[in-house]
């Protein structure tokens, strides 16, 4: 008895451990990343994280480091990872230029009707706050929404042909300032 005591000293449902020796590395002991390359992913659905923690395993979302990552993980601990970064706060982003944020929310609110560019915010809601279905983007860093935007217009993110076709529909100007926006929301 006293040794089976000493063998389970702690429940074995916290994602802590791989989160501080695995991921905090990049993505912040506390889910909010300082790399501008790096998504933050506090505050992000837990079902969104979890689709796309598969999404990296199955190859269906293309991307060489977190490919690596999550190979040598127990995939059955995708969804306690997914559930601790949901509940972490998430930081705020910041605005670096506020002329170019500000064609951002028109495009973000409104969406560009010549082009056929739907309102973000339909979908990812005015305060960027996201569900399970749409992510997250509040507070994002601009780089990363750069990178995401491009990808999906390249069809390298073919995740969801929603987002491809918003993509290929965006400019690369519209797509900077948008993601100039969505990081001071
Ligand atoms: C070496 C750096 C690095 C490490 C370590 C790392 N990640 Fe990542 N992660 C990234 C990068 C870079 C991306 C963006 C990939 C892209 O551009 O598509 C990313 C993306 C993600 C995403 C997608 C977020 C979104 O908004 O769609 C999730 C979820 C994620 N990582 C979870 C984890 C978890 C959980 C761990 C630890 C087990 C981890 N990562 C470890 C660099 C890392
Ligand atoms: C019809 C609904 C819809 C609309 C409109 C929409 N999105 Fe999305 N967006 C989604 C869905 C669904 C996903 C998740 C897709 C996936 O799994 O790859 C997503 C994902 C994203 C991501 C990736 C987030 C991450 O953490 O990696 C970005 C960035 C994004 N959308 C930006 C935008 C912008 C900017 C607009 C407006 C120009 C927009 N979206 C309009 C549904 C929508």
């Not at 190859?59 to 306690?80: C, K, P, Y």
């Not at 305060?127 to 491009?150: E, I, M, S, V, W």
């Not at 100039?180 to 929301?185: D, K, S, T």
Request: proline share 5%.
């Amino acid at each position: 008895m006293l040794a089976l005591w000493a063998c389970l000293p702690f429940p074995a449902t916290g994602a802590e451990d791989t989160v501080a020796k695995v991921c905090a590395a990049c993505h912040g002991s506390d889910g909010n990343s300082t790399d501008p390359t790096v998504p933050k992913l506090a505050g992000m659905d837990q079902e969104y994280l979890l689709r796309q923690l598969k999404g990296f395993a199955s190859g269906q979302r293309r991307n060489e480091i977190m490919a690596g990552i999550v190979a040598n993980l127990d995939s059955g601990e995708f969804a306690t990872l997914a559930a601790w970064y949901g509940k972490q706060k998430p930081t705020p982003g910041k605005v670096v230029d506020a002329k170019l944020a500000e064609a951002g929310r028109r495009i973000y609110e409104d969406g560009n009707t010549d082009s056929g560019v739907p309102a973000c915010a339909g979908c990812h809601q005015p305060d960027g706050g996201g569900n399970a279905r749409f992510p997250r983007l509040a507070g994002q860093h601009q780089t990363y929404l750069l990178k995401q935007l491009g990808d999906y217009k390249s069809g390298r993110r073919a995740t969801d042909r929603l987002m491809v076709t918003v993509g290929q529909r965006l400019t690369v100007d519209e797509m900077k300032a948008l993601a100039e926006y969505i990081a001071g929301l």
